[in-house]
Every structure is written in structure tokens, then in C-alpha cells.
């Protein structure tokens, strides 16, 4: 007996690991390879590639293609329509499978609708793409990124608030209470004391 869901009109390949809890819907396609954690939700339309590979807990939201050379940790939220390329120079004629570049994406991390992630650099835990963003460099844990190419406009909270950090570099999270520090362009969660 299967432990996850699969609707009738998904389909998934042999060779799959799926773990228990998760759900795939409508017209959706999980090929040979992946590996896809526990308690995922992979919504209408959306395909996982050979050897892409999802954390625990991970949402896939519709129309969504995740591309071999893709790794999300666990939490990952993937909105609507974003798409991650795996070829830095694609030609129809030239078949650069052997050139698939990585791309790995930090526990937490949301990349938002029509997103696209230009393959070979990595999103930094609990970091936020903004809708319609062009991510052509990496981007650091926590930063909050938009626009085309995509820049970095502030900070983010784990529950997904924007950050606002006083003179000593110190700032809280609006909805959670939890605190953070920014130092030397790097910002880390403070333990609770």
C-alpha cells in the first residue's frame, strides 16, 4: 500500500522515493530519480525532473518546474509558475545533459510565483524571491530579493516578516518575538534566552 497520494491523472515514474504524507494533484509529473521528502504537497501541473530532490514538508505550488540539478531542504515553498533552468546556454541542437548545473535551495526558502531561479546558484535558508524575480546570483540566508535581475532590498524573519534592524544590528520578528543579529552582511537568529 502506497503511503502518499497520487491523483489519477498524475504520473509517477518507477524509480521514485516518495515519502509518507505527501500529496501530488492534478496532471502532475514526478519522474525516475527524485526524491521527494515527507509531508510535501506538489500542486496541479507541476513536474520534478530525474534526481531533483525535496526536503520534508516542501509546498510546490501550481505550474511549477523543478529541473534536474535542483535540491530544496525541507520547508521549501515554491509559488506558482516559478521555474529553475538547468543549462546555463541552451541550444535545441546541442545537448548539454552532461552540463547540468546545481542549484540548492535552503531549508525555509521561499521563491514566489513566476520566479526563475538561473541555475547555479543557490538560495540561502529562510531567504524570500519576490514574485516575478530573476535570480541570477546567489542569495544570502535570510536576504530579501526582487525585480529583474534580482537585487537585495532587506532582510526576512523565518515567518516570513521583513526585518528592521537597529543601530546595534539587533531586530524582531513582528509575529514570532524570535530575534535576530546583522553582522558584517550576515544575519543569524539569536538563541532564546
Known sequence: ??????HETAVVDEGCFIGKGTKI??????????????NCNIGQNVVISPDVVL?????????????????????????????????????S????????????????????A?????????????????????????VPAYAL?????????GWMSEYGHRLVFDREGNAVCPESRQRYRLENGQVKKMEEL
Open 93 to 112: 541542437a546541442v545537448n548539454r545533459k552532461s552540463q547540468y548545473a546545481s542549484t540548492r535551495v535552503g531549508k525555509g526558502a521561499t521563491i514566489g
Open 25 to 38: 494533484w492534478h496532471f502532475s509529473h514526478v519522474m525516475k530519480g527524485c526524491r521527494i521528502g515527507e
Open 55 to 91: 526536503g520534508k514538508g516542501v509546498k510546490v505550488q501550481n505550474n511549477v518546474s523543478v529541473y534536474t540539478g535542483v535540491i530544496c531542504g525541507d520547508e521549501v515553498f515554491l509559488g506558482p509558475s516559478c521555474v529553475f533552468t538547468n543549462v546555463i546556454n541552451p541550444r
Open 114 to 138: 513566476n520566479a526563475t531561479i538561473v541555475c547555479g546558484h543557490d538560495i540561502g535558508e529562510y531567504a524570500f524571491v519576490g514574485a516575478g524575480a530573476v535570480v541570477t546570483k546567489s
Open 1 to 6: 500500500m502506497e503511503e502518499y497520494f497520487a
Open 145 to 153: 530579493v526582487v525585480g529583474n535581475p534580482a537585487r537585495q532590498i
